[in-house]
Every structure is written in structure tokens, then in C-alpha cells.
């Protein structure tokens, strides 16, 4: 099958529809709610959009945007978390209130860091009044003359700044997730700091109300920089996680600049100019230079060559190119000219194919769902009624002063319950797991795969620059009757010296690294695609395939059992011929790395199931198979059969990870459960994994599982510990001690519980570091 037919068999059906109250796509197969009008079956993401379009449906039926509308927009956006969500221009998620990002970025355009910028500006601007806020609050009463009064005035002064201008983002996300009815994260963190702060402002504005148990060092306790602490941080982490997404794009970014930005033309007269990719049209003349990227997708019509399409078909040795041979786009012609008409541009390249076929798969990919996100919705929720029950408890049976109890009371359940544990349980886990992988080799992208790692129960794997090297090395020589299999390789790699062929290449390596003694070659002539000619030591020598030999009158029949033995080991074959007669064989073959074997061996022992996926022929592939004991083998795999592949297994319910190091393995590698992409690889390959083995070695799967299982179970650990302290702070908070005990929590006590849940779980993620 062609690369072309593997990439344009791979069909497409909709699967999805828009919704037409929301916005959002709704998957056909979802059993979501559909109704039908005017003839039209419109299908929506809830019950409730249901219900608002039947209830009035010319509201919501609003024409389609033109094409011409659309682009006047902007670039579609979408959400990471929730890739439903899409609209034209940058916004936040409704649902999570994520920034929004381009669905497929383009290469000469620089993303809209806007947000960034605006965090970073009010993360820095507000610092030095946080650091100020938390110094008076804690040795603020060691200032000489600096009064009690004027201490909280101070850090009034100081944190309003703060809180009102550098944290006005999360209280306006915190107060949409509330109108949108989506509890999260800001939700928790509007009310957190919002009721610290309130609370402050009262008792720095009138704090003749509070009853003289809450006074503390000549004051009313004021928590201005609990405040002004949790914002800074959330600034802190909203600028590390905006600065780690944009790298997401990094992988269609780097497949885009593959494609030469011009192509030579061959006008009708036969001159020739350069011109911009973008016009080279179907039917267009072209010709391509030694060391040019091939520009559009075509067909040979003069010349010969050996052209490099390692870059998009994992093949590890160029392919010679012959009138009439089809070419891709991107692969690099290496030797001789080429003339090709092209057939394919723009959107219809193979190379433009596998970029669709990235983002898809990056799009499709089921978002991390963190358990703290899960519950966040029922916990705030929770946490706000809470606080209501004991406001209008204690207001209601709390006697004279009751009103004012309720009121301290449910300051301190939300002041206990500000997200600062909940919000650090998971990141801090993932930022000391990341750093203890990093000095192992092991490069994780984000926390998904961390979560997603332990979870693998089968292994895909590319074969070249996987288990392989991944470039050409000479495996052996094989002599004529009467001739030394070193003379052999000496006087092929004096020939070969004057060659730029990556064959060549490894064969005067080889020679080199022996130690032999090199002739210099005479009238060196290259015959494109089928090998090279010249002089050694006044011999007439030629190094090339049989169709060369033939050329030459030299029979090859006397080793062709040989030869046949080595390709069905996966090697390239040449033959050496002198004034005619056949001297013997050279063998390049694509070496198998030397820790594969036992890393093979280490992750069937962890119970994976490995199976090998390469665009080499079937008779290598299976060559190999068997040398490792890889019993599942598929040869000939191109980018989409990869993908389906990955597809395949988990819809049979397997959960799946992809290790390669191509460009070929961009789509599967972004499909996958997790993406493993080996460091000596492509960029474009580790930009699409969410892991990357800096070394190459896939002994760093097994580490990198053990590792996400430690990862995991200390995140747990974390939420437990969050979770803990507010089942037991929140209810006595509330005030639910003191019928029987007499005891209240104040808001002092509830911000040292609160600061105490943090630590707790800051010193437990630190542990990983010696896992």
C-alpha cells in the first residue's frame, strides 16, 4: 500500500454536533438529549440546553456563520480540559475556567500570551506588598511606635492592592463559575480569600463588634495576609501552568516548519525561479537540488536519487528514486537532481495529512480529571452551606450576641476551608515527582501521564531509534574465494570517501574505527540510486547494487545466497566488483541498541504486553521481531495504520502506550494513552509524547512506571490530608464543640489550621524525592 493511500484511507465520518444553546460539541454516540424542528435533529450537551430550546427555538437558531465571518473572528480556540468548548477569539473556559488556546497554532503567528503577560505583571507588581503584608503581621509588634491600630491599617493599605486589583481575575472566574452554576477551583478560591479579606476589612473598619476573646497583641485578629499569601501563590502557579501549556503546540509547530518555504519552478520555456510555497500549483514543474527538501507531494519525471524520508516514514535508509517513483513532501533529496510534477499542495501534502492527524489526536484525548476537581463542585458546595447553618444557627439560638458568633463562625469554615492544601495537594506531588524523574532521565510533560503511566498494560513500539540506533552502521563483510574480508571493507570505504551517501558513510566509519589504511580514489563518479564508481590503486572499482553489477558484467551469483541471508537479517546489501570480477559483499544495517534486550525483558516482567510497529518491510521487521522474542509484529505501518493501531487496542479496552522517536510516530505517540518519545529522536516526536527518555533507553519505562505509581499514591495522600483537615476544622468551625465543651474556633485558629494543612502537605510530597 502507498503512503499516500495509508494517509487518504483513513476516513473521517462526524461524530460530533454543535449545540445549539451552549456552543458546545456534543458526540453523536453520547445518548445526550436530541429534539427535532422544522425537520432538523439538533442534539445537545444537557437536559437543560434541552429544555431552553424547546421552551423558545427561534431564540438559538440564529444562520451560521459565513466562512468570511468566521475568519474575521479569529482563530478558533479551544479549552484543554474540555475540548467541547470552542469559540473564535481567546476567552476562559465556562466549565473550568481555563484559558482558552488556539486549536491548531500557526507557524508564523506567535500564540496570545496576553494572559501570561497580564499574570506575570500583576504577580510581580504585587510581591513586594505581600512580602510587607506578611512581615508587619508577623514581627510588625516588634516596630517601635508603630501602634496595634495602625499596624492593621497598614496591612490594609498594603494587601487591598493585593487582593482587589492583582487577584481581581479569580474572583471574576470564581464568581462566573457561580452564575454558570460550575463549581471549581476559583470558585473555592474567590470565597477563601474573599471571606479572609471581608472579614479583615470589618474588623479593621469596626472592631467594636467583635467580642474582646478575638482580640490578639492589643488588636482584633486580622488575616490581611493569609489574603495577600494565597493570591500571590495561585498567581505564581496560574504563570507556570500558562508557560508549561504553551509548549503543547510545540509538536504541530515543528511538523509545519519541515516544509521548505520555496520551491525551484521550471516555467514552460525551461528557465527557472524560486518561488513561495504557497504558489506552487498542481501540474507544476519543479526540480530539486542535492540537499533540498522535496516541496510538495509528486512524481519523478527526470532523474535519479536516494532520497532521506526518515522524517516522515521511519524508514532508517534512503529510498532511491526513480522516473515515475512517487515523492512526499519534506524528505530530503540527498544525492542526485531530481525534476518532479507536483500533484498534491496545501492541505492534500502527506505532511499536512499527518499534522491534521496530530491534532486530532491531541484533541481527542480524555482530559485529567484531578480528584480534587472532581469533588471541588460538592466541596464548595458543601463548605458554603456550612457556613449559612452556622451563621443563621448561631444567629437564631445564640442568644443576644448570637448574630455576631454566626458571623465569626462562618468566616472561620471558609477561612479554613480556603483551598490552599486542596490546591497544593496535586502540584506539589507533580513538581517533586518531575524534578526526581528529571535526574533519572525521564521527562514528563505534565501530570496526565504521571496519573495515566501506572495504568499501561500494553507497549507499542517503534522499532527504529527505538529499539534500534536509528542511523546506518556496517554489519559485516563477506569476501570472494581467495580475498580477506577486511581488504574487502578497505578498498570500498577508499572508494566510498568520496560519497556524502549515509551508507557510505557508515561504511568508511567502519573502516576507520579498524584501523585500515585508505587509498585515495581516482575519477569518482556517483550513478545515482544504484552506486558509485572510481579508481583505487589503479584498479577499476565499482560499489552498488546488482542492476550496477550488471553494468559492470560481474556476476554476483557466486555470493547471492549471502546477500539473500543479510536482507532476511534486515540489512542493507552492496556489491564490490574490481575490473569486472565480483569481490565480495558489504552489509549496513540499522543495529539494535544494546540495553534493548534487557529492557525488553524488564517490562514483560512487569506485566506489559509489547508489541512492535515499523514502517520497514515485513521480512526486517519480523527479523528482528524474533531476535528480541517480540512475538506481535506489524511491518509496513504508516503514520494513520499506527494511529489506528493505538485506536484498536483501546477500544479492546486496553490501556495503551506508544514509544517511538519519528515523525511517523507523531500521531499515535499524541493518541496514545501515553506518548513515550525517545530523547535521540525527532523534536517533533518528544513534543507529541507526554514522556520523554532523555537517553533513549527503554529501561526508563519501567522506572518512569514506578515512579507514577509513588506519584500517585502520595497525591492520595495529599487530598487526604487536605481533606481532612476540613472534615475535622470545618464542623468545629462551625461551632458544633461548644454546646458540649464550650469551644469556638476563631478565625486565628482556623488560618494556623489552614497554614498547618499546607505544610503538612509541602513536607509529605517532599518525600518522593527519595523514592
Known amino acids: 500500500m502507498s503512503h499516500d493511500h495509508a494517509i487518504h484511507g483513513h476516513t473521517h465520518h462526524a461524530t460530533s454536533a454543535r449545540d445549539p444553546v451552549c456552543g458546545m460539541d456534543v458526540s453523536l454516540d453520547a445518548g445526550k438529549p436530541t429534539a427535532e424542528h422544522a425537520g432538523t435533529v439538533f442534539h445537545f450537551c444537557s437536559q437543560k440546553c434541552h429544555d431552553k430550546f424547546v421552551a423558545d427555538p427561534q431564540r438559538y437558531l440564529s444562520p451560521a456563520p459565513t466562512k468570511a465571518e468566521a475568519e474575521s473572528a479569529g482563530t478558533e480556540y479551544v479549552c484543554p480540559m474540555h475540548p467541547e468548548v470552542r469559540?473564535?477569539?481567546?476567552?476562559?473556559?465556562?466549565?473550568?475556567?481555563?484559558?482558552?488556546?488556539?486549536?491548531?497554532?500557526?507557524?508564523?503567528?506567535?500564540?496570545?500570551?496576553?494572559?501570561?503577560?497580564?499574570?506575570?505583571?500583576?504577580?510581580?507588581?504585587?510581591?513586594?506588598?505581600?512580602?510587607?503584608?506578611?512581615?508587619?503581621?508577623?514581627?510588625?509588634?516588634?516596630?517601635?511606635?508603630?501602634?496595634?491600630?495602625?499596624?492593621?491599617?497598614?496591612?490594609?493599605?498594603?494587601?487591598?492592592?493585593?487582593?482587589?486589583?492583582?487577584?481581581?481575575?479569580?474572583f471574576v472566574r470564581g464568581w462566573q463559575s457561580i452564575v454558570?452554576?460550575?463549581?471549581?477551583?476559583?470558585?473555592?478560591?474567590?470565597?477563601?480569600?474573599?471571606?479572609?479579606?471581608?472579614?479583615?476589612?470589618?474588623?479593621?473598619?469596626?472592631?467594636?463588634?467583635?467580642?474582646?476573646?478575638?482580640?490578639?497583641?492589643?488588636?482584633?485578629?486580622?488575616?490581611?495576609?493569609?489574603?495577600?499569601?494565597?493570591?500571590?501563590?495561585?498567581?505564581?502557579?496560574?504563570?507556570?501552568?500558562?508557560?508549561?501549556?504553551?509548549?503543547?503546540?510545540?509538536?504541530?509547530k515543528s511538523l509545519l516548519g519541515l516544509a521548505p518555504k520555496t520551491a525551484r519552478r521550471i516555467r514552460p520555456d525551461g528557465s527557472e525561479e524560486d518561488v513561495p510555497l504557497t504558489h506552487v500549483h498542481v501540474g507544476d514543474i519543479l526540480r530539486v537540488r542535492p540537499g533540498e527538501k522535496v516541496p510538495v507531494d509528486g512524481e519523478v519525471t527526470e532523474g535519479a536519487s536516494a532520497v532521506d524520508e526518515s522524517m516522515l516514514t521511519g524508514e532508517p535508509l534512503p529510498v532511491t528514486k526513480w522516473p515515475g517513483d512517487k515523492v512526499i513532501g519534506a524528505t530530503l533529496n540527498t544525492s542526485g537532481s531530481l525534476v518532479i510534477r507536483s500533484e498534491k499542495v496545501g492541505a492534500q501534502t502527506v505532511l499536512a495529512q499527518i499534522v491534521q492527524m496530530v491534532a486530532q489526536a491531541q484533541r481527542s484525548k480524555a482530559p485529567m480529571q484531578r480528584l480534587a476537581d472532581v469533588v471541588a463542585g460538592y466541596f464548595v458546595v458543601a463548605v458554603v452551606g456550612i457556613a449559612l447553618l452556622s451563621f443563621f444557627g448561631w444567629g437564631i439560638f445564640g442568644g443576644e450576641r448570637g448574630w455576631l458568633f454566626g458571623l465569626i463562625n462562618a468566616v472561620s469554615v471558609l477561612i479554613i476551608a480556603c483551598p490552599c492544601a486542596l490546591g497544593l495537594a496535586t502540584p506539589m506531588s507533580i513538581m517533586v515527582a518531575t524534578g526526581k524523574a528529571a535526574t533519572q532521565g525521564i521527562l514528563f510533560r505534565d501530570a496526565a501521564a504521571i496519573e495515566r503511566l501506572r495504568e499501561i498494560d500494553t507497549l507499542i513500539v517503534d522499532k527504529t531509534g527505538t529499539l534500534t540506533e536509528g542511523r546506518p552502521a556496517f554489519e559485516r563483510?563477506?569476501?570472494?574465494?581467495?580475498?580477506?574480508?577486511?581488504?574487502?571493507?578497505?578498498?570500498?570505504?577508499?572508494?566510498?570517501?568520496?560519497?556524502?551517501?549515509?551508507?557510505?558513510?557508515?561504511?568508511?566509519?567502519?573502516?576507520?574505527?579498524?584501523?585500515?589504511?585508505?587509498?585515495?580514489?581516482?575519477?569518482?563518479?556517483?550513478?545515482?540510486?544504484?552506486?558509485?564508481?572510481?579508481?583505487?590503486?589503479?584498479?577499476?572499482?565499482?560499489?552498488?547494487?546488482?542492476?550496477?553489477?550488471?553494468?559492470?558484467?560481474?556476476?554476483?551469483?557466486?555470493?547471492?545466497?549471502?546477500?539473500?541471508?543479510?536482507?532476511?537479517?534486515?540489512?542493507?546489501?552492496?556489491?564490490?566488483?574490481?575490473?569486472?570480477?565480483?569481490?565480495?559483499?558489504?552489509?549496513?544495517?540499522?543495529?539494535?541498541?544494546?540495553?534493548?534486550?534487557?529492557?525488553?525483558?524488564?517490562?514483560?516482567?512487569?506485566?506489559?504486553?509489547?508489541?512492535?510497529?515499523?514502517?520497514?518491510?515485513?521480512?526486517?521487521?519480523?527479523?528482528?521481531?524474533?531476535?528480541?522474542?517480540?512475538?506481535?509484529?506489524?511491518?509496513?505501518?504508516?503514520?494513520?495504520?499506527?494511529?489506528?493501531?493505538?485506536?484498536?487496542?483501546?477500544?479492546?479496552?486496553?490501556?495503551?502506550?506508544?514509544?517511538?522517536?519519528?515523525?511517523?510516530?507523531?500521531?499515535?505517540?499524541?493518541?496514545?494513552?501515553?506518548?513515550?518519545?525517545?530523547?535521540?529522536?525527532?523534536?517533533?516526536?518528544?513534543?507529541?509524547?507526554?514522556?520523554?527518555?532523555?537517553?533513549?533507553?527503554?529501561?526508563?519505562?519501567?522506572?518512569?512506571?514506578?515512579?507514577?505509581?509513588?506519584?500517585?499514591?502520595?497525591?492520595?495522600?495529599?487530598?487526604?490530608?487536605?481533606?481532612?483537615?476540613?472534615?475535622?476544622?470545618?464542623?468545629?468551625?462551625?461551632?458544633?464543640?461548644?454546646?458540649?465543651?464550650?469551644?469556638?474556633?476563631?478565625?486565628?485558629?482556623?488560618?494556623?489550621?489552614?497554614?498547618?494543612?499546607?505544610?503538612?502537605?509541602?513536607?509529605?510530597?517532599?518525600?518522593?524525592?527519595?523514592?
Open 477 to 771: 563483510a563477506v569476501a570472494a574465494p581467495g580475498l580477506a574480508e577486511d581488504e574487502v571493507l578497505r578498498l570500498a570505504a577508499s572508494l566510498d570517501q568520496g560519497s556524502e551517501h549515509p551508507l557510505a558513510d557508515a561504511i568508511v566509519r567502519a573502516a576507520r574505527e579498524k584501523g585500515l589504511t585508505l587509498d585515495k580514489a581516482e575519477g569518482f563518479e556517483s550513478s545515482s540510486g544504484i552506486g558509485v564508481r572510481g579508481s583505487v590503486g589503479g584498479r577499476r572499482l565499482a560499489l552498488g547494487n546488482t542492476v550496477l553489477m550488471e553494468q559492470e558484467g560481474a556476476d554476483v551469483s557466486p555470493l547471492a545466497a549471502q546477500a539473500e541471508e543479510l536482507r532476511r537479517e534486515g540489512a542493507s546489501v552492496m556489491h564490490l566488483a574490481a575490473d569486472g570480477q565480483l569481490l565480495g559483499l558489504l552489509a549496513v544495517a540499522d543495529p539494535v541498541k544494546a540495553s534493548t534486550p534487557e529492557a525488553l525483558a524488564v517490562l514483560r516482567q512487569a506485566g506489559l504486553r509489547v508489541i512492535m510497529a515499523t514502517g520497514d518491510g515485513e521480512t526486517t521487521a519480523r527479523a528482528v521481531g524474533q531476535r528480541l522474542g517480540i512475538d506481535e509484529v506489524h511491518g509496513e505501518v504508516k503514520p494513520a495504520d499506527k494511529l489506528a493501531l493505538v485506536e484498536r487496542l483501546q477500544k479492546e479496552g486496553h490501556i495503551v502506550a506508544m514509544a517511538g522517536d519519528g515523525i511517523n510516530d507523531a500521531p499515535a505517540l499524541a493518541r496514545a494513552d501515553v506518548g513515550i518519545a525517545m530523547g535521540t529522536g525527532t523534536d517533533v516526536a518528544m513534543n507529541s509524547a507526554q514522556v520523554t527518555l532523555v537517553k533513549g533507553d527503554l529501561r526508563g519505562i519501567a522506572r518512569a512506571r514506578l515512579l507514577s505509581a509513588a506519584t500517585v499514591g502520595n497525591m492520595r495522600q495529599n487530598l487526604a490530608f487536605a481533606f481532612l483537615y476540613n472534615a475535622l476544622g470545618v464542623p468545629i468551625a462551625a461551632g458544633v464543640l461548644y454546646p458540649s465543651f464550650g469551644l469556638v474556633l476563631s478565625p486565628i485558629i482556623a488560618a494556623a489550621a489552614m497554614s498547618l494543612s499546607s505544610v503538612s502537605v509541602v513536607g509529605n510530597a517532599l518525600r518522593l524525592r527519595g523514592s
Open 180 to 252: 454558570r452554576r460550575s463549581p471549581n477551583m476559583w470558585t473555592l478560591i474567590g470565597i477563601g480569600t474573599g471571606a479572609a479579606f471581608v472579614y479583615s476589612v470589618v474588623a479593621a473598619l469596626a472592631p467594636g463588634l467583635f467580642p474582646d476573646s478575638f482580640e490578639a497583641h492589643g488588636r482584633i485578629g486580622v488575616y490581611f495576609e493569609a489574603a495577600a499569601v494565597i493570591i500571590s501563590l495561585t498567581l505564581l502557579g496560574q504563570m507556570l501552568e500558562l508557560r508549561a501549556r504553551s509548549k503543547t503546540s510545540a509538536a504541530i
Open 87 to 170: 469559540q473564535f477569539g481567546p476567552g476562559t473556559c465556562p466549565k473550568c475556567g481555563m484559558a482558552l488556546e488556539p486549536a491548531v497554532p500557526e507557524l508564523e503567528r506567535e500564540e496570545d500570551d496576553g494572559e501570561f503577560r497580564d499574570f506575570r505583571r500583576r504577580f510581580w507588581g504585587s510581591l513586594p506588598l505581600t512580602v510587607a503584608v506578611v512581615l508587619l503581621a508577623m514581627a510588625g509588634h516588634l516596630v517601635a511606635g508603630l501602634t496595634p491600630a495602625a499596624r492593621t491599617w497598614a496591612e490594609l493599605l498594603l494587601s487591598t492592592p493585593v487582593v482587589l486589583w492583582a487577584g481581581g481575575p479569580f
